[in-house]
C-alpha cells in the first residue's frame, strides 16, 4: 500500500480510455445479445435495431463534433492523448467495422432463424405474383402520390438530401437521345420500413418503389437503381445570448439542423462507381464517411418485425406490479400515496414496481386533491400523450399553483417539449426553461398540502424520466417521501430553478453543478482514511457512463490505498481499471438485458455505516458542470440494505455480465466453467418481483 496520492499528471496520456471509443464498444455490447442463442428470436432482432438507432445517434452528434473541432483548427489531445484527427480517424475506422459487423449477423444468423420460424424477408424478385399484384396495387393507391421524382441536370439541381432518409439513386436512359440522367427518389419515412407482403412474408419498401420507377419516369429507360442513406450534424447549439428568447432561438437552430453537415454516407456493396462519385462529390462527403455495407440499409426497420404478435420469439411478458408499500393503503381504484407517505418513505424500483401506481399515482392524486395547494415538477422527457403533463394541466384547472421547469434543450426531444410547454402555458401552469446556460436534468416532483393547520410537503425524486413509456423499458429508482429535510430541499432547488437563489447548501441532497462532483469525491477521500485507518472500507457505484477525470482520480487514489472498488457502468468507462499500480483494486463491469439499465447509485462502506445516493447524475462533465443535477442519501435501513443486495446481484460471478480488463477489452461472461448459462440480472429480479420478499 502506497503512502502518498498518486501523481497522476505524471502520466496524463495512460490513465484514461477514450469516450468515443468506449461508446463504440457499448453499442459492441449489444451487437453481442444480438449474437446470443439463448434470447428469443424478435428479441435478438431487436437489439439489432437498437444497434442501428445508437449508431445514428452517435454520428449526429460525436462524430459531428469531432469534425467541428477538426475545421476550427483545434489541435489539443483528449485527456487519452488522441488529436481530434487521428480519433475521427479511428471512430470511423470502428464504426464501420461495427456496421460490417451488423449486418453480417443480421444475414447470417438472424435472418435464417427468422425464415425458420415462419418470418421471411424478401426481396421483389422472390416474390409471387399475387403478392406483386398486392403491393403494385398498395403503390398505386397509397405510396406513388406521395413520391416526388427529383431530375438533376443543369436545370435542376442536386437535391437537398435530409439526414437518416433512405433514397434512391437512379440512373436513367433517355431514348429519344441515348442521354444518360441522374434522378433522386425519397423512400417516404411515413410508411413502414419493411412493408408486410402477405402473412409473415415483409419486402423492404424501397424494393416496391423501385419495381414502379417506370411509373415515375414513363417512357424512359431504368438503366440501374441503388439505395443511400445520409447522416447529418444534428446537435443543437443555442447562443447564450438568445436566452431571453429560448422558444424562438430554439426553434431557429431545429430548423438550421436539418440542413447540418453530412457525417456518413451509407450506400449498398454493389453500388456503381460513378453513382458513388456523384454522391460523394454533392454531399461533400470524405471517403472515411462513405460505408459500403451489404444487404439492406436502416435495420431500424427490424422494429416492424419485433412488433409482429409472435410471442413465443419474445421475452415472456413481464407485467409491473404495484410496490408493496402503496399496495396496503390501496383504494377501490389506486393507491393513495399520501396516506403511504405519512408512514414511511417509499423507494421504488423500475419497472419492477409500476410507475403508473407510484408516481404517475402520485400526480394524479395531487391534480385532484382539494388540500393540495401547489405542485412543482420537472420534465426533461416525457411520453407523447403524457399522463403527467395531463395531471400538471388537469391541477392548473382545478386552481392550484402549479410550476412545470421544462427542459425544451432535450437532446432530440426539442420540439415535443417546446409543443408540451405551450400547452402547459395556455393551461394556466408557470413554465420555467430553467437556468441559463444548464440543463434541468434533475428528476424532481413536490407537492404542497394542507393538512389541518399544517403545510406538509411530498416530493419524488428519481433516476429517470417521468415518461410511462420508457418506464416499462428502463430500469431506473426512484423515492417518494414526506422527510421534512429532504422536501425542503426539494423546495430550495425548485425556488433557484425558477427565481434567483444563492442557496448552494441542502441537508439531504448533492446538486449540480455545485457540490455532486465534490460531494462524492470528499466520500471517496473518507473511503481512503477509513482504509489507512484498518477501517471498513469500500466504494460501490452503478451510473451509465463515468469519463470524470477528477472523478477518475480519486477513485485510483482510493485503489492505491486499498478500498476496494467495484463499477457497474452500461456505457462509456473511461478509467483503465486492475492497472498495477494505478487500479488493482477496481473491477468494472457492464450490465445489459431486456431493460436499459439507467439507475445511479453510488455506495460507500463508511466503516459498517453505508451510505447511499441515488439520483440523475452519471459521472461525466456534462452531468457534474453544465447540468442542474440532484442525487439524495437515503436514510432507512430497509432501503439501504435493498440497493446493496441488488448491488451484490449485479457483481456476482455468478450473474452473466461483461468485465473491462487492464487491457481494456471488454470480455463477456455468460457461462460458468462446467458451461451452464450464468443468470441474468433481471431476469432473477422479475422472477423474485423484488428483492423485498414479494411471492
Known amino acids: ?175 429519344k437521345n441515348d442521354s444518360e440522367l441522374f434522378a433522386r427518389v425519397k423512400v417516404p419515412p411515413t ?40 447522416t447529418r450534424n444534428e446537435d443543437v447549439e443555442v447562443e447564450e445570448d438568445d436566452a431571453e428568447n429560448l422558444l424562438d432561438a430554439l426553434e431557429r437552430e431545429l430548423t438550421r439542423r436539418k440542413f447540418g453537415a453530412v457525417v456518413r454516407l451509407e450506400v449498398e456493396e454493389n453500388i456503381d462507381e460513378h453513382v458513388l462519385e456523384l454522391l460523394v462529390e454533392e454531399l461533400e462527403a470524405s471517403e472515411s464517411e462513405v460505408f459500403r455495407l451489404p444487404g439492406l440499409l436502416d435495420l431500424r426497420g427490424l422494429n416492424d418485425i419485433y412488433n409482429l404478435n409472435r410471442d413465443d420469439l419474445k421475452f415472456a411478458k413481464f407485467i409491473p406490479r404495484t410496490n408493496p408499500q402503496l399496495a396496503t393503503v390501496e383504494t377501490a381504484s389506486a393507491p393513495d400515496v399520501f396516506e403511504a407517505l405519512k408512514n414511511r418513505d417509499i423507494l421504488l424500483h423500475h419497472p419492477y414496481d409500476s410507475f403508473s401506481t407510484s408516481v404517475q399515482r402520485f400526480l394524479e392524486q395531487a391534480s385532484t386533491d382539494s388540500k393540495v395547494l401547489a405542485i412543482k415538477q420537472t420534465l426533461y422527457r416525457t411520453s407523447g400523450d403524457s399522463p403527467i403533463v395531463n395531471s400538471l394541466i ?77 418506464a416499462r423499458g428502463y430500469e431506473d429508482l426512484g423515492l417518494l417521501t414526506a422527510d421534512p429535510f429532504i422536501t425542503n430541499d426539494i423546495a430550495y432547488l425548485f425556488n433557484l430553478l425558477s427565481g434567483y437563489s444563492i442557496n448552494e447548501e441542502y441537508d439531504k441532497l448533492l446538486v449540480a453543478p455545485h457540490s455532486v462532483r465534490d460531494g462524492l469525491i470528499k466520500r471517496i477521500k473518507r473511503e481512503i482514511q477509513n482504509s489507512k485507518l484498518g477501517k471498513t472500507s469500500g466504494i460501490r457505484i452503478k451510473c451509465n457512463s463515468i469519463v470524470d477525470e477528477k472523478t477518475i482520480d480519486a477513485l485510483y487514489e482510493a485503489s492505491s490505498y486499498g478500498v476496494k472498488v467495484d463499477l457497474v457502468i452500461r456505457g462509456m468507462c473511461a478509467l483503465k481499471p486492475e492497472v498495477p499500480g494505478l487500479s488493482e483494486n477496481i473491477t468494472v463491469r457492464s450490465i445489459l438485458g431486456r431493460f436499459l439499465e439507467h439507475s445511479r447509485i453510488y455506495e460507500f462502506a463508511n466503516d459498517g455505516n453505508t451510505e447511499v445516493w441515488i439520483g440523475s447524475a452519471d459521472l461525466m462533465h456534462r452531468n457534474l458542470d453544465r447540468r442542474v443535477e440532484a442525487l439524495v442519501q437515503l436514510e432507512d435501513k430497509e432501503h439501504i440494505s435493498y440497493l446493496s443486495a441488488l448491488l451484490d446481484l449485479y457483481l456476482s460471478n455468478e450473474t452473466s455480465h461483461w468485465s473491462l480488463d487492464c487491457d481494456s477489452k471488454w470480455i463477456r461472461q455468460a457461462f460458468d466453467r462446467s458451461g451452464n448459462p450464468l443468470q441474468d440480472a433481471q431476469e432473477q429480479l422479475i422472477k423474485r418481483k423484488s428483492l423485498r420478499g414479494l411471492d
Open 394 to 470: 388537469e391541477a392548473a384547472h382545478n386552481g392550484k399553483q402549479v410550476l412545470a421547469i421544462v427542459e425544451i434543450k432535450a437532446r432530440f426531444d426539442e420540439q415535443a417539449n417546446i409543443s408540451w410547454a405551450r400547452k402547459l402555458e395556455q393551461a394556466g401552469v408557470h413554465v420555467v426553461y430553467g437556468m441559463v446556460g444548464l440543463k434541468t436534468h434533475a428528476k424532481l416532483s413536490l407537492v404542497i398540502r394542507q393538512e389541518n393547520d399544517k403545510i406538509r410537503r411530498y416530493g419524488h425524486l428519481g433516476t429517470g424520466n417521468y415518461n410511462p413509456k420508457t
Open 191 to 230: 410508411f413502414p420500413r419493411l412493408l408486410n407482403s402477405q402473412g409473415q412474408r415483409f419486402v423492404p419498401l424501397e424494393d416496391v418503389i423501385s419495381a414502379h420507377l417506370d411509373l415515375l419516369f414513363p417512357g424512359m429507360e431504368i438503366v440501374q437503381h441503388h439505395a443511400f442513406r445520409v
Open 1 to 175: 500500500m502506497k503512502n502518498m496520492t498518486i501523481e497522476t499528471t505524471n502520466f496524463p496520456q495512460e490513465r484514461f480510455l477514450e469516450r468515443d471509443l468506449s461508446w463504440l464498444s457499448f453499442n459492441e455490447r449489444v451487437l453481442d445479445l444480438a449474437q446470443d442463442p439463448n434470447l428469443p428470436i424478435l428479441e435478438r432482432a431487436r437489439f439489432l435495431a437498437i444497434f442501428a438507432g445508437n449508431l445514428d445517434e452517435f454520428f449526429k452528434v460525436r462524430i459531428a463534433g469531432s469534425k467541428r473541432r477538426i475545421e476550427a483548427g483545434i489541435a489539443v489531445r483528449s485527456v487519452s492523448g488522441m488529436l481530434p484527427r487521428e480519433l475521427l480517424t479511428a471512430v470511423l475506422s470502428e464504426s464501420y467495422r461495427l456496421q460490417q459487423k451488423h449486418s453480417a449477423i443480421f444475414e447470417r444468423e438472424i435472418r435464417p432463424i427468422l425464415e425458420e420460424n415462419e418470418i421471411k424477408i424478401v426481396r421483389w424478385n422472390q416474390l409471387s405474383e399475387d403478392e406483386r399484384k398486392s403491393l403494385g396495387t398498395l403503390f398505386i393507391e397509397k405510396i406513388f402520390p406521395v413520391l416526388t421524382p427529383l431530375a438533376v441536370d443543369p436545370a435542376h439541381p442536386f437535391p437537398y438530401i435530409s439526414g437518416l432518409s433512405l433514397n434512391l439513386a437512379i440512373v436513367i436512359n433517355n431514348p
